[in-house]
């Protein structure tokens, strides 16, 4: 069974930086092109930012163009998003997820695999 896991959340200052990794389970995550969503209280997920299998792609969402990295170690099995200059509004829960077909894609549909999620809140 393939699980995705999350993990480096926490609570942080507005300005401040976090770096989230997320590492699978049952499958090498090198094989698996990655993206990371949020979820804020009382709204749905969305994208943040993905990476192919062999980083030849990245896309983000424009608000976080600029702050947040993503980046892949294939050889430790773990993909990263780095946030800086965080913002109150990152405030989510923010979930990995794992696809063979669609390099960089930022389609919550295209994704078949999930973390459970790991929560960033950013105070002001």
């Known amino acids: 069974q393939v699980q995705l896991v999350e993990s480096g959340g926490g609570l942080v200052q507005a300005g401040g930086s976090l770096r989230l990794s997320c590492t699978a389970s049952?499958?090498?995550?090198?094989?698996?092109?990655i993206g990371w969503f949020r979820q804020a209280p009382g709204k749905k997920r969305e994208f943040v930012s993905a990476?192919?299998?062999?980083?030849?792609?990245?896309k983000y969402e424009d608000s976080v163009k600029g702050r947040f990295t993503i980046s892949r170690d294939n050889a430790r099995g773990t993909v990263y998003l780095q946030m800086n200059s965080l913002k109150p509004e990152d405030t989510a829960v923010y979930y990995c997820a794992g696809q063979d077909w669609y390099p960089g894609s930022p389609y919550i549909a295209h994704y078949n695999y999930w973390g459970q999620g790991t929560r960033v809140t950013v105070s002001s």
């Open positions: 049952g499958i090498a995550t090198a094989t698996l092109h």
């Open positions: 990476v192919s299998r062999t980083s030849s792609e990245t």
